[in-house]
């Protein structure tokens, strides 16, 4: 779909809120334009509602549905912005251009590659629409690589986590481009390169793999890692790791390897204050920095909750105030939001077992401590 005329554009518009499954059924009113396309264009502005709105707009083109998956959100790529600036950026996998589009807004000169033919001259296309200019080059990253001679003060680039038989891949020498074997040829044309890797990457792993690591961002939306952040750039120090929660009230929670090597964590039964931490501190694995730092007991080595008799401010996650209860004084019927760690039983076990409901106001805690397996019934804090 090269284009959107008025008469195609008013079709999608009309068409938002109708049922793709009866659309697919009907012949397309437009000679040119197959009902395939048309509804792919109706589905992409229903992704662009919530993932990125700034596209939600007419004359926009979306790609197939892979590539919106693919794409990183707004909110994401908003967030990369705020730290990087300079003149000339490249983006070596742009992809839906997602990424592009906000990284490059602090920088003079935009160079998207990509080797999709297709996907390309859509991003161009939006790019026209949306007044953005840059340079586009259909290509390999391998043979851009070759034969560049130009430098840039940002390189970017998100490698394909897909195998050859469309299967998904995790370690950095499974992806495409396997990082770890061109990151010498990058920071021959860069002094700053900044990658974007799957949430299940193992940061240890990542560590260990790679060279001139000067920061790692853990980026969770609404307590969901979407996404590692990779910024390589000559240090002498040890990497600063920084866990980020967006679109909650959260504090950030930053700290370097060096600071969570000698930490050790003091356990306790389940006091007054409950604290469960986010999923992206969670996946940084600073289990006990998080306890010293607070100065807060760890329930078990295996349970990642913390308590305190008096409450503590500025934590990067939930916190319940609490009380313990034996189990046979949970009543029939009763309505709590479930929350089990390290414990025997699942939600929906506790629900069926007890005979409870989801939801309400109040939560119903099951976690296991040292001293055995504890019931808390509690209220979220702001």
């Known amino acids: 779909m090269k284009s959107v005329g008025n008469k195609i554009q008013y079709f999608i518009d009309a068409n938002l809120h109708a049922d793709l499954h009866s659309l697919l059924l009907k012949k397309s009113p437009f000679p040119e334009v197959s009902m395939q396309e048309l509804v792919q264009q109706i589905k992409g502005r229903k992704v662009a509602e919530k993932k990125f709105p700034f596209l939600n707009q007419e004359n926009i083109i979306f790609p ?10 707004q909110d994401t790529a908003d967030f990369k912005k705020q730290f990087f ?11 839906f251009g997602i990424d592009a589009y906000f990284l490059s807004q602090n920088f003079e000169e935009i160079t998207l590659i990509e080797q999709n033919t297709e996907l390309l001259d859509i991003v161009k296309h ?8 840059a340079n586009f080059i259909n290509q390999k990253l391998e043979d851009f690589l070759k034969n560049n001679k130009e430098h840039f003060d940002l390189i970017y680039l998100d490698p394909a986590r897909r195998d050859n038989h469309n299967r998904k891949v995790f370690l950095l020498e499974d992806l495409s481009p396997n990082i770890i074997e061109i990151q010498e040829q990058l920071s021959d044309i860069s002094p700053e390169i900044l990658i974007k890797l799957s949430p299940l990457i193992d940061i240890q792993h990542l ?51 060096d600071d969570k090597k000698h930490c050790q964590s003091e356990f306790s039964a389940p006091k007054k204050y409950i604290y469960i931490p986010n999923n992206s501190v969670l996946k940084s694995g600073a289990f006990n920095l998080v306890s010293e730092k607070f100065g ?10 913390y308590t305190s008799e008096e409450k503590i401010e500025h934590f990067p996650g939930r916190i319940f105030e609490t009380e313990e209860i034996n189990s046979k004084a949970i009543k029939k019927g009763e309505q709590f939001n479930i929350i089990t760690k390290n414990f025997p039983l699942k939600p929906e076990e506790i629900k069926k077992k007890h005979k409870i409901k989801d939801g309400g106001n109040h939560y119903l805690i099951a976690v296991k401590s040292l001293s055995g397996n504890h019931f808390l019934v509690g209220k979220l804090l702001d």
């Open 126 to 133: 939006n790019w026209e629409v949306l007044d953005r200019k």
């Open 64 to 73: 197939p549905n892979l590539n919106l998956e693919q794409a990183s959100s």
């Open 207 to 257: 560590v260990y793999s790679l060279k001139n690591i000067y920061k790692i961002w853990i980026i969770a939306v609404k307590n969901e890692v979407k996404e590692v952040l990779v910024y390589l750039k000559k240090t002498e120090n040890q990497p600063e790791i920084s866990c980020i929660n967006l679109q909650s009230s959260e504090p950030e929670f930053h700290f370097n390897l």
């Open 296 to 305: 807060l007991r760890k329930l078990h080595q295996n349970t990642h909750i």
């Open 85 to 95: 600036k300079g003149k000339k950026f490249i983006d070596l996998t742009c992809g």
